[in-house]
């Protein structure tokens, strides 16, 4: 049988598998299902820059995951070569990885990423090392020897490793991405040899979507307590870790100046206010999801001879993420936000959208799109619209499919797809050209 792999989401920070069930895939559908878990947060993604500690643990138990699978699949009554890994948000971006990674090579046969990518900005971590120094400080530890630091961490108690996190998140927990995925300059078999964009994907077909609204459930968030007036009356301080440059940007005028063409490109001469909730959750959208998503499909597409589907999940069911945090503020129709079409394919705790005729065919539906996918690399409509893949030319138009509030399947084309033109003119650096040494000599 066909094995699908779910890889978690949790912005590299939380989650874990176990959320995620396998309920409305397999309810129609022959499948054997597998969900992992991987190490998160500064223990899966600290870095000391050197071969002592090179990073991307958490990435590398994804690995040895997929690895096993190859192993022992079969005797679950799966096939080793027929092995499609899906994820949403980080499980998303860590599925892109994989795609990119030369470690993983050969164990899987096809890619659905949801709401995520590699390109996305906080799936990639800049000053990882620098910032392992400083948890290091914060418990106690050295922080001039890699083997000493590593050494001394040992020693500490796995939760206040965990817990040091909060100290890179000065704003309502952001950036929600403080430790991730970086280069490895060092290290006897490199997971991430390169910045993800100098990476040739393996050549497989791929599934990538993003939801309508995908700020929606942040902007709500940041209403809570006061936080709108919050963010207004500190824009220049909070814009950067909300919308995670402040690593990235080192001179504090060009932070503040960057910050003050972001607020006039989404809100004008407008205050972020209850009325301009929509604005701030477009300027989330676009620079957290968007315009990544897309650029990630193109990437892929004119790289492989395999096609790379794209499609815009815009069905607002009875339940969406966005009601967790106010749930007046969402009512059926309205925009679907981060994690919503995901509930639609997978059991999520917490949601329970099939108690009502249309949400359940829903389900339906984008299990169909799934099905097809995994079993043939080519989602199905189940009506006669063709699914066209995105063009291998990425001076093409960007060419992805709408599903409807009414559940119908649109074709659509799209010049500048999340605003790409526009954050591509600001100082943005989270990959800047990398060099990597060929041999770089460990602290001792």
């Not at 948890?135 to 490793?161: F, H, M, Q, W, Y």
């Not at 995925?181 to 390169?194: I, Q, R």
């Not at 339906?364 to 079993?375: C, E, G, L």
Request: charge should be negative.
């Amino acid at each position: 049988m066909n094995v699908v792999v779910h890889i978690h989401g949790g912005a590299f920070i939380g989650g874990e598998g176990i959320y995620y069930g396998p309920h409305y895939l397999l309810d129609s559908k022959d499948f054997v299902y597998v969900s992992i878990n991987y190490r998160l947060g500064v223990l899966g993604f600290a870095s000391t820059g050197d071969s002592v500690l090179p990073g991307n643990n958490g990435l590398k138990d994804q690995v040895a995951a997929l690895k096993w699978i190859q192993q022992n699949i079969a005797a679950f009554g799966g096939d080793p070569n027929s092995v499609t890994i899906t994820g949403m948000s980080a499980g998303a971006s860590s599925v892109h990885y994989q795609l990119i990674s030369p470690m993983s090579k050969g164990l899987f046969n096809r890619a659905i990423l949801q709401s995520g990518s590699a390109f996305c900005h906080w799936s990639y971590t800049e000053n990882v090392s620098q910032k392992t120094k400083y948890i290091a400080s914060l418990l106690g530890c050295p922080t001039n020897n890699s083997v000493e630091i590593v050494e001394c961490l040992r020693s500490r108690p796995a939760k206040d490793i965990a817990n040091s996190l909060i100290n890179y998140m000065p704003w309502k927990l952001s950036p929600f991405t403080p430790f991730g995925p970086t280069v490895e300059v060092a290290g006897y078999e490199k997971f991430l040899p390169d910045i993800p964009e100098k990476l040739v994907p393996h050549d497989i077909p791929v599934l990538i979507s993003t939801a309508q609204a995908e700020g929606l459930v942040f902007a709500t968030y940041i209403g809570l307590e006061n936080g709108f007036n919050e963010l207004n009356n500190n824009w220049n301080e909070y814009l950067p870790h909300l919308l995670d440059y402040n690593y990235t940007i080192s001179n504090e005028n060009l932070r503040s100046r960057t910050a003050h063409d972001i607020k006039q490109f989404y809100f004008g001469d407008k205050p972020i206010s209850k009325e301009t909730k929509s604005n701030l959750s477009k300027m989330i959208s676009d620079r957290t999801f968007g315009y990544a998503a897309s650029k990630a499909a193109q990437h892929i597409a004119a790289k492989n001879t395999a096609p790379v589907y794209f499609y815009e999940f815009g069905y607002g069911g009875n339940y969406s993420s966005t009601g967790f945090f106010d749930p007046k503020s969402y009512s059926r129709g309205s925009s679907p936000t981060h994690g919503d079409e995901t509930s639609y394919v997978l059991k999520m705790d917490g949601f329970y959208v099939y108690d009502n005729e249309e949400d359940r065919k829903m389900i339906k539906t984008m299990v169909n799109i799934w099905a097809t996918f995994i079993k043939t690399g080519v989602p199905d409509t189940e009506n006669s619209e063709i699914w066209l893949p995105v063009s291998k030319n990425p001076a093409d138009l960007f060419r992805f499919t709408k599903i409807t509030q009414q559940q119908t399947f649109e074709a659509r084309e799209q010049s500048n797809h999340g605003n790409y033109e526009f954050w591509s003119s600001l100082p943005l650096t989270e990959f800047f050209e990398f060099n990597v040494p060929e041999d770089i000599k460990t602290e001792l």
